[in-house]
């Protein structure tokens, strides 16, 4: 565990003490995974150089799981993701238009959420798909 700040160490530690009080097993396989994690996301952090695009990612995820770096390194890659793939959704069949006005909608109802913004952008098509087969 020294590979990682000594403040992040007691915290990852206290908390498995905290609910694996009785069961060193889970203590020392939460700490394990905690750091592994905690190591995961630095090493994203250092490849991104938190830009525009993943700095607000890295924050709200901190902020949604401030004692669970599993957590946070699930939902930073999840929104990663997702923000990849909107960006680069494209598709034909639809006017452009329509397109944009489509993922202008997904933009603002969740300004934050780039799972959100893909999920409902594939939802609003396919919508847009059935409507124009009938």
């Known amino acids: 565990m020294s590979a990682i700040p000594s403040e992040i160490r007691d915290r990852v530690l206290s908390k498995a003490r905290?609910?694996?009080?009785?069961?060193?097993e889970m203590q020392k396989y939460t700490v394990d995974k905690?750091?592994?994690a905690y190591a995961e996301l630095q090493q994203l952090r250092n490849e991104l150089h938190e830009n525009v695009f993943s700095a607000p990612i890295f924050e709200i995820s901190a902020a949604a799981w401030p004692d669970d770096f599993e957590m946070?390194?699930?939902t930073?890659?999840?929104q990663l993701d997702a923000g990849i793939k909107l960006f680069q959704y494209d598709t034909a069949e639809i006017h452009a238009e329509i397109f944009e006005q489509i993922k202008s909608r997904c933009m603002s109802e969740w300004p934050d959420d780039h799972e959100m913004k893909l999920y409902t952008?594939?939802?609003?098509?396919?919508a847009w798909r059935r409507l124009n087969s009938i």
């Open 18 to 24: 905290v609910d694996w009080s009785d069961d060193f």
């Open 34 to 36: 905690q750091v592994a």
């Open 72 to 74: 946070e390194l699930y």
């Open 76 to 78: 930073v890659k999840n």
């Open 121 to 126: 952008l594939e939802k609003q098509i396919e």
